[in-house]
Each structure stands twice: as C-alpha cells, then as structure tokens.
C-alpha cells in the first residue's frame, strides 16, 4: 500500500462525496481512504457506506466528537500505507497526478517529506494560493527545501509524509479543537529537517462556508498550539518565531477580549514568559498591556 489518505469527517454531508471523487480520480491507485467520522449528526455516514460499496479501498471509523485532531490520530493508527496525506472532508484533492508524482519525488530523493501548491476555492472559484509562491518557479522534478529557508507551519494538507517518520517518533495531533495541526506539522518539518517542494498542486481547499463561531475553548486551544509552537521555535527558527508573536496580535486581539477564562489567562502568561525570555528588553508583550493594563488574573 502506497498512500493511506486521512479524513476526518464531521457534519459535511454536502461535500464529502465530492471530497471522497476526488481522491478516487488520482491516478495513483494504490491508496486507501481512512474516513474517520467525528460524531456527525447529519447523514454523513450514509453517504460515505453508499460509496464504500462501488471502493473497498474506503474506511469508515467512528468516535464520538473529539476534534479533527483526535479523529485523525485514529486515522494514524489505522493507515498501512507507506506515506500519509491528510484532507478534510470538505475540501479536495485537486491535480489528479499530484499523489503519484509526489510519492516518485520522495523515493527519487530519498525525502521523508514532500510539499506542493495549494488552491483555495471560493464562490465557485478556484485561484491558486501563496504557499511556496514566494520561492519563485520551482523545475518540474522540484527540490529540496530546508526548514530553516521555509520556516511556516500553516497547511498541513498540502504535505505528504512518509508513515514511518510519524510512527518511528510517535507524532500525532494535539487535542486541542483549534490550531491542532499546526503544532504537528511543524514537528514533522523539524524532524526531517526540511521538504521536498514538487510543483504541482495537491491541495484544494474550500473556503467561505465554515461558521468559525469561537468560544472560550476554541480561543484557549488555539492559542495552546501558538504556546507549543513558539517553545520549538525559540531555539530553532527565528524567523517562524517572530510569524508567531505577530499572530496573537494579528489573529487574536478580538478573540482574547471577548473570551475571558482563567486557562486562557494561564496560556497567555505561558506565552509572555517566552517573549520576556526572548525579548528581555521588553516587560510584557504589548497586547497583554494594551488590553490588561492592571495585569492578568487567574479567577
């Protein structure tokens, strides 16, 4: 078995066929398709028993809501194939060689890990995104990225990972229900010390329907993720480093106002003791005193 093919599935019932067609059309064959149901209430599994009778590559998994996270270590446990690539079930695998070209590049070059395009598709439009872009053209066999060069951990699925670097170091997801692949991926890239780019796109991701409501858990969790990341960080890539501070400001300023608790308190002082041991010049990060200007409390 080549590929085992991750997908976490939770209430996407008007798009998993499409996700799952879109793995059946790669040209790579030798796949199976690990779908791990994450306590959907809709008829999401009726739709995906209906296709496992055409494909007995399909798997169908279930647990009780847990997170993506969860539901694709199950997937992990699972898989037999020797490479890994996730995709969830809303999305889509988009060129239709791009699994086949990527396990070639991977034993051609002896990489544990191999990196592609990625797409968005957005009111019934398809328009490539930035990931790589920023390297210029890229030949058509590819090359070898270094992490130290790339230094990002957004877009996991946009990735394609040899089964035995997850399994021989045991990585798997955090727990959290937001910002839990993040902290996976950027183990991965940190172990195998970099990628092998391909140019081609594997990853279609389809943006604008997800209600991304968030709650005091969501906002703790993400930032959790940002905590791990930023400890690996510190020692390591200056530059994913500096992304990640930017982030609490950029991406969370709104959600720390608006979702007070305690953990998420205790997760923001964990996350300004790595700033004060990186930047001792400065007291606290400036958003903590911007929006707590009498200090955080534990309550």
């Not at 969860?70 to 490479?83: D, S, V, W």
């Amino acid at each position: 078995m080549k590929v085992s093919v991750i997908i976490p599935v939770y209430n996407t019932a008007s798009f998993v066929e499409e996700c799952i067609l879109s793995v059946q059309r790669q040209t790579l064959q030798d796949l199976e398709m690990i779908l791990v149901d994450d306590g959907s209430t809709d008829n999401s599994k009726q739709i995906i028993l209906r296709c496992m009778q055409n494909d007995n590559r399909i798997q169908y998994h279930y647990q009780d809501n847990r997170g993506a996270g969860t539901a694709r270590n199950l997937g992990i446990e699972k898989a037999r194939g020797e490479f890994i690539a996730f995709l969830d079930s809303d999305d889509l695998f988009y060129d239709s060689d791009a699994l086949e070209r990527m396990v070639a590049a991977c034993e051609n070059n002896r990489a544990a890990v191999c990196a592609s395009y990625r797409n968005e598709f957005k009111k019934g439009q398809i328009l490539p995104a930035d990931l790589f872009k920023y390297l210029g053209e890229i030949p058509p066999e590819g090359r070898r990225v270094s992490f130290l060069e790339h230094q990002d951990d957004f877009f996991f699925q946009s990735y394609l990972y040899q089964r035995d670097l997850i399994e021989n170091h045991s990585l798997r997801f955090s727990p959290y229900r937001r910002y839990e692949d993040p902290p996976f991926l950027l183990r991965v890239l940190d172990l195998a010390e970099g990628l092998w780019l391909l140019p081609v796109t594997l990853h279609c991701y389809r943006k604008g329907h997800q209600d991304w409501g968030k709650n005091g858990i969501h906002v703790a969790d993400s930032l959790s993720g940002l905590r791990d990341n930023l400890l690996l960080a510190e020692k390591k890539y200056p530059v994913l480093y500096q992304k990640l501070i930017a982030r609490i400001d950029r991406m969370y300023r709104d959600d720390i106002q608006n979702n007070p608790s305690a953990r998420l308190n205790q997760v923001l002082l964990q996350i300004n003791d790595i700033y004060k041991r990186n930047d001792p010049q400065h007291r606290n990060l400036p958003i903590l005193d911007e929006l707590f200007p009498g200090g955080l409390i534990l309550f």
